[in-house]
């Protein structure tokens, strides 16, 4: 009892039932799912704290079944329609939608793919009482932020060979994961494009190869490979992987939907037989996104002056066979959009301007073909490459938008539509695991080596409470990380292994605790 009432799902935060399911504590042998079939949780996956489902790579067996995927949690099942997974592509990849308690008269979950996932109501299979749970559960969760890694004191002889070459695995185990993603997206968008729906179920169990850790494995599916080499197909994925990069941490999943009502193949001729400009696309999708407002409601001139040439603009498609199509479309809210809590230069009205012009450069300047040009140029060193792909992600001044972060909101200074972080985190998280799939399915070595190359050559990200503690209580001084690769590789060597205790498993534990 709580407050002298029993305690409701809705007021427990979905970070406590992450960290019952982390875990597990659970009745693991009583668990069935809400429609009555017998589970078993192979493994529970791995924590995922950025964008996307919860659990990244669990493994459920369900009425004797295997099947390897993601898994999402809420508080009920209706939240699942709540946050719009139901029409957001990065959920097609979830096996297992776990709640606290399920809801009376409540349909099934499905995927964007048209796809039921089943639901595990934990509730009824709790270890123990729901308040004892808790308690243990922000017990945990403290002392895995504050208590020191196993290792810290038996770790100060480890060779620095044995940390690097460790770290920098890892970092290539990271953007292997990326890849795979990615390669199941980008036959996803094929299978869209070639019959309206996609049903990626057949690459849910695909198992992971354990022979390289850069290999990336062909998944079950029904596409040909001159299929995969689609070009619609390719400048999708580059594209909803430049919405990823500017909705940042707050506004990912309304880019991520608004990359799927405004894309790249309902914009193509005949849609427009004649292209777009930058306004145009600007129009179309700050109109879609639900942020573009009436002239009326504003004060500030200049505003009234961008808002009344995107208006016209707008108006002026009406005749193109695409914009009713558009139109027709659902146009979002703008109450999906998060202002506040962010940082001024993360507004999305500034970033949504941002994207109409890299759309652009997708659609008309092959801004694809550019990247991989790049990547590939043996020619060119690791900083070269990089200054490269920063100028082909830039986005010139714009005389409103280098002043304005809103319609309401100016600034007295210039500032940059995409700035350096931004372009970095495209790079690392969009164009290197884009790469690595173009290499494998165009079987370039050249591309594939250089990307390892270029993600060495990447500056170091702004270091957190991980790699502060990693730093602190692992390399001590001894070495120290000199690129975002190698920092994203110290990232997942705590994830993976030093947060769950695999310490027999770890290049680190297998030395230090083997004498």
Known sequence: MQGGRTMHAVEIHEDILRHLWNNQYLETERLTTVDGRKLQVASPGILNRGGGPDFRDGVIVLDGQTYRGDIEFHRTADDWYNHLHNIDPKYNSVILHVVLHSTPGSGGTMSECGREIPVLAIGGFLSSPLEKVIEHAIRDEHLSRSAPLRCIDHNDEIAVDVLTGWIQSLYRERLKEKAVRMLSRLIEIIDEQQRGVSEPSEIYDVPRSEESPDDIPTPNTHIGEEELRSGDAWDQLLYEGVMDG?????????????????????????????????????????????????????????????????????????????????????????????FSPTRPANFPTARIAAASVLLGKILYRDLLAQIVTIVCSAGSSAQETLRSLGDTLAVEEDPFWSFHYSFTESSPRRHSLLGEARQIDIIVNTILPLCSIHAFIFRSETLNENVLKLASAIPLL????????????????????????????????????????????????????SK
């Open 462 to 513: 702004e270091n957190n409470f991980i790699t502060r503690k990693m730093e602190k209580q692992l390399l001590k001084g001894r070495w120290t990380p000199r690129s975002a690769l190698e920092q994203q590789g110290l990232i997942q060597l705590y994830k993976r292994f030093c947060y769950p205790e695999r310490c027999s498993e770890c290049a680190v534990g297998k030395t230090v605790f």
């Open 246 to 338: 500017l909705g940042f941490s707050k506004n990912r999943i309304p880019f991520a939907l608004l990359a799927l009502r405004v894309s790249v193949q309902n914009l193509r001729p005949p849609s427009f037989p004649a292209g777009l400009t930058d306004l145009e696309l600007e129009a179309i999708l700050l109109r879609t996104s639900g942020l573009l407002p009436e002239i009326l409601s504003l004060r500030d001139q200049e505003s009234k002056i961008r808002l009344h040439q995107l208006h016209t603009a707008w108006k002026n498609l009406a005749a193109a066979p695409g914009l009713a199509r558009l139109r027709g479309a659902e146009t979002m809210h703008a109450a999906e959009w998060v």
